[in-house]
Every structure is written in C-alpha cells, then in structure tokens.
C-alpha cells in the first residue's frame, strides 16, 4: 500500500427509484471521511436526492475534502477548476449546479475556499454534517454562501446515526472524534478539533441497531479510538465490568460490553495513539475473543530524535514495550502502521533507525507517506526540509521492506486454517470474498447463502491482494 489516501464515490444505489435531484459525492482521504460521506448519502436519499456516480448528472456535487497532505488539498482545487466547466456547461442547458465543500479542507480553510473558488456554494466542516439538509434549504431559497465551519459536536453522532444505510455484516461505528495530541505535522486538531468522546448508551444502541440488522462486524472509528473515555453502560448485560481508575470505562470495557451484544461477532477499531494503549484495552486482546487481533497503531519514525520533534509524546523504546506487551497478550496479534519519511531534520542515521524498526517489529500492513508541508502546523516552520529527492529515495526503501513484510505475513497463513467473514461476491462466478481476522481478504468458492457467515477456510495460497482458501466447516 502507497497510501491510504484514496479518492472514493458514493455508491449510486442499483434500482433506486429516479428521484427528482441528484447528487454527487466525491470521497478524498480516510475511513472517517468515507464514513461521513456514507452519512450524507443517507441524509441526502430522504430529501429526494438519488445518488449518481458522475458530477456531470448532478444537481449537488460534494467534495467530501482530506487536508492531511498537501497534495490532497490541491487536488481539491483542481478538481473544483473542473467542475467550474461542467457547471457552465449544465447552465448552458438550463439546469443547475450547487456545490458543497466538505471535510477538513472546509475547516481549514473556510471562506478563503470561495473567495478562490466562487463557483463553491456551501462550505462545512466535519463537524457540521448532520445540518446539510438545513444548509441545503438554505442555500436555495437565497443561493447566497453559506459558511458554517462551528465546532458544534453535540448531537452530531446521534443526528448521523439514524442516517445510516447499511450494506452487508460489516459495518463502522464512530466512537470518538478529534485530536488533543497535536503532532507537529498533522492538522487534525486544527480541523476536527478537540478529543469528543460519544456516550457508552449512544453506541451501544447504535451497535444494537446495526446487530438486529445483520452486522457481525463492526469497526470503531475515531481520530484518536483509543481515547475514548465514557460513564460505564448502564445495562451491564452481564457481570459488571469493573471501570479503570478513574471510574470511567476506557475502550477495552467498551470492547468488552459490545461483545455481549447479540450478534456482534467481531470487533475492531482503529486509529489508536501508542500514548493511549492502555493495561486494560491490552489485556483485552488476550481476554475477549471477539476482539480481533490486529492493530493500526502508528509509530510514524523509528528515531527518538524525530519522535520528539514530532510532539509524538513515545519514544521508540516505549513503542515497541507495548508491542511486547500486546504480544504476550495475544501472541499471533498483527500489527499495522503508519510511518512518514523525510520529517524536517531526518538524517540517514535517523532513516536508518526506522528501518530497523520495522525490521524489529514486523508490520503485516502498513501506510507510508513523504512528509508533506501542511501549513499552519509548527513542523512546516522547521528548519532543514528534506529535499525531495531524498524523501523520495527512503520512501521507495522504506516500502520495499515494508511490501517484503506484508507478503511473507500472508505466506505465511498458507497451511492455516482461519475463520473467515464471508462479506460480498467475488469477481468470479461461485466465490465469496471474505476477511480473515488479521484484516486479510480471502476468496473461497462458496455459495452465496455464506454470505453473512464466518466459516473456516484453509488457505492454500497467496494472490498479490489477497489469500485464496478452501472452506473446510461449517458457516456460523
Ligand atoms: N505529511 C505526511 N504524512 C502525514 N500524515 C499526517 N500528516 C502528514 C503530513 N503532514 C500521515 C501520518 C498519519 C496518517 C493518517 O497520515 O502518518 O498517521
Ligand atoms: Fe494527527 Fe497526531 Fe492527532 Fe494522529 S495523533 S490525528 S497524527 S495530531
């Protein structure tokens, strides 16, 4: 993998009736965008909006933005020059166009985004979504811009919630937003704003909901997962689970109380912080079998010197202790990370030490990016930016390596037998696709009345993607 940075459209729904407007959803950047996105099809669908899959057929066009890199935001504004010709060319024929800008690029850079772009209508931030079909009524009657970038947390995940479609047994469920650690690369902070953790009951219904509706996975989502604090569930829904210290539960309670929900098979979440990793959640690993093992948790640099420079609060020691740690709890447990290269001030000697990190650690999978210069953030005003050529030169090391890793983690599930989530069909006729509990995609024939069921599967071999199994049991 290159990047997680990926640029996704909404699904149009197949058979939708035709509805009589039309929008388009451009998805830039992370799970949490992708997640929003899917929150504003399902916003839209009830105010009459059909889902397209071009911005050429659309009424509504909304750039669901990422600000994390700087490439992604550029992109943004050259898609924005684009739309500027389809938008003529729709007003040529009589029909319109409203654009919205949405996402951390929204927040980041509010009206400076219309001032440059005129043709933009709606500016939001992330933490405006659940006020679309306010903004959007508004901005008919007066087709004047709106701005509306507040930090306004409450009520958004419970408005959002109710939004949701779900497709399939796997489904996320946003736990936590924002970021307090303030890493001197990221905008995070600045766009989503402080750590919010959602209450314990808000969860469990939703949880509760996406169960009655066919989910056995679900995914917890949040900026900073690993963060979240919340009151304990009223319902233990079992023996009490004891609270941390200081009596409120942290995610290994949540973890463990959303397991006894029925239905709810699978559990994971991603992204944590190393600074987060706390006994309880660790020992949860070892403990409640529906969490799965596997982690994403970022390490960026393997040189306690760019660590620190980093604001990362870890050093590379402290890191790989709490490897340790996850490992003896839960020895077959996968890791994935997230490393940048090239951080202002990075030496070969510093490079050098992040890859022997990886060789140290072992990732199973992994997200590597050249630091990107994000203005705004304190790193962007350090001294020493890496050439470019060299970012280029250690990125291209550094993901060979990491590539060699990933392969030889599948190779070596050859002979194993995993129990494997059957999700959708394959590309051949007579296969499911499904996930392995390390996060792997496994294709086996099976009928489609697997779908929905976890079987075991032997895995017979490796595909540059995925893994190929046999299915050797029962589906449950
Ligand atoms: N430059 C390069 N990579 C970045 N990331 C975040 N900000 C930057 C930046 N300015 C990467 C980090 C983070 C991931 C989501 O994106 O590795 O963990
Ligand atoms: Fe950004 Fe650091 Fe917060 Fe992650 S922890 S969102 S990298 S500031």
């Known amino acids: 993998m290159k990047e997680n940075s990926t640029i996704t459209e909404a699904a149009p729904v197949e058979g939708a009736p035709r509805a009589g407007k039309s929008a388009f959803i451009r998805t830039?950047?992370?799970?949490?965008?992708?997640?929003?996105?899917?929150?504003?099809?399902?916003?839209?669908?009830?105010?009459?909006?059909?889902?397209?899959?071009?911005?050429?057929?659309?009424?509504?066009?909304?750039?669901?933005?990422?600000?994390?890199?700087?490439?992604?935001?550029?992109?943004v504004y050259s898609d924005l020059g684009r739309l500027r010709a389809v938008k003529s060319e729709r007003e040529a024929v009589g029909a319109d166009m409203m654009i919205a800008v949405a996402g951390c690029v929204a927040?980041?850079?509010?009206?400076?985004?219309?001032?440059?772009?005129?043709?933009?209508?709606?500016?939001?931030?992330?933490?405006?979504?659940?006020?679309?079909?306010?903004?959007?009524?508004?901005?008919?009657?007066?087709?004047g811009d709106i701005l509306d970038t507040d930090f306004a947390v409450e009520e958004k995940f419970d408005r959002l919630a109710l939004a949701r479609d779900i497709e399939g047994?796997?489904?996320?469920?946003?736990?936590?937003?924002?970021?307090?650690?303030?890493?001197?690369?990221?905008?995070?902070?600045?766009?989503r704003g402080a750590e919010v953790s959602r209450e314990t009951e808000a969860i469990v219904a939703e949880a509760r909901m996406l169960a009655a509706r066919g989910v056995r996975e679900v995914t917890l989502l949040g900026q900073?997962?690993?963060?979240?604090?919340?009151?304990?569930?009223?319902?233990?829904?079992?023996?009490?689970?004891?609270?941390?210290?200081?009596?409120?539960?942290?995610?290994?309670?949540?973890?463990?109380?959303?397991?006894?929900?029925?239905?709810?098979?699978?559990?994971?979440?991603?992204t944590s912080h190393p600074r987060d990793m706390d006994a309880d959640l660790i020992a949860a690993f070892g403990e409640e079998e529906a969490l799965m093992p596997y982690l994403h948790l970022p390490v960026q640099s393997g040189a306690d010197r760019i660590l620190a420079a980093m604001n990362r609060g870890h050093t590379e020691a402290e890191y790989a202790a709490t490897i340790a740690r996850l490992r003896a709890a839960r020895p077959d447990i996968a890791l994935s990370g997230d490393f940048i290269v090239g951080f202002p001030g990075e030496t070969d000697e510093d490079f050098e030490a992040t890859l022997a990190h990886v060789e140290r650690t072992g990732y199973a999978a992994s997200?590597?990016?050249?630091?990107?210069?994000?203005?705004?953030?304190?790193?962007?005003?350090?001294?020493?930016?890496?050439?470019?050529?060299?970012k280029e030169e250690r990125l291209a090391r550094l993901q060979a390596l990491l590539e060699a890793q990933r392969v030889a983690?599948?190779?070596?599930?050859?002979?194993?037998?995993?129990?494997?989530l059957f999700e959708k069909p394959g590309r051949n006729p007579g296969q499911l696709v499904g996930k392995s509990p390390y996060l792997q995609s496994?294709?086996?024939?099976?009928?489609?009345?697997?779908?929905?069921?976890?079987?075991?599967?032997?895995?017979?071999?490796?595909?540059?993607?995925?893994?190929?199994?046999?299915?050797?049991?029962?589906?449950?």
């Open 224 to 270: 900073n997962v690993n963060a979240w604090r919340a009151a304990p569930a009223r319902d233990p829904l079992g023996a009490p689970i004891a609270a941390r210290e200081d009596g409120v539960w942290g995610l290994g309670q949540l973890c463990r109380h959303l397991a006894r929900i029925e239905g709810i098979e699978r559990i994971r979440f991603t």
């Open 107 to 143: 927040q980041a850079e509010g009206g400076e985004i219309i001032e440059r772009m005129p043709i933009v209508d709606m500016v939001f931030g992330p933490q405006a979504y659940h006020r679309l079909p306010e903004m959007l009524a508004r901005t008919a009657r007066s087709r």
């Open 409 to 420: 983690f599948n190779e070596a599930q050859i002979g194993k037998v995993l129990p494997v």
């Open 169 to 191: 047994p796997t489904a996320f469920l946003t736990i936590q937003e924002g970021c307090d650690k303030f890493c001197t690369f990221c905008v995070v902070p600045y766009t």
């Open 367 to 390: 997200f590597s990016f050249k630091y990107s210069r994000r203005p705004g953030t304190p790193a962007a005003a350090m001294a020493k930016q890496v050439a470019e050529p060299v």
């Open 442 to 476: 496994v294709h086996a024939s099976a009928p489609e009345s697997m779908l929905g069921k976890i079987a075991p599967a032997r895995i017979e071999g490796v595909t540059p993607r995925a893994l190929a199994g046999v299915i050797c049991g029962d589906g449950r």
């Open 28 to 75: 830039y950047g992370c799970q949490m965008n992708a997640y929003d996105s899917e929150r504003m099809a399902g916003l839209l669908r009830p105010l009459g909006y059909e889902i397209v899959d071009a911005p050429e057929a659309a009424d509504l066009v909304i750039l669901n933005t990422c600000h994390i890199r700087e490439k992604a935001a550029e992109k």
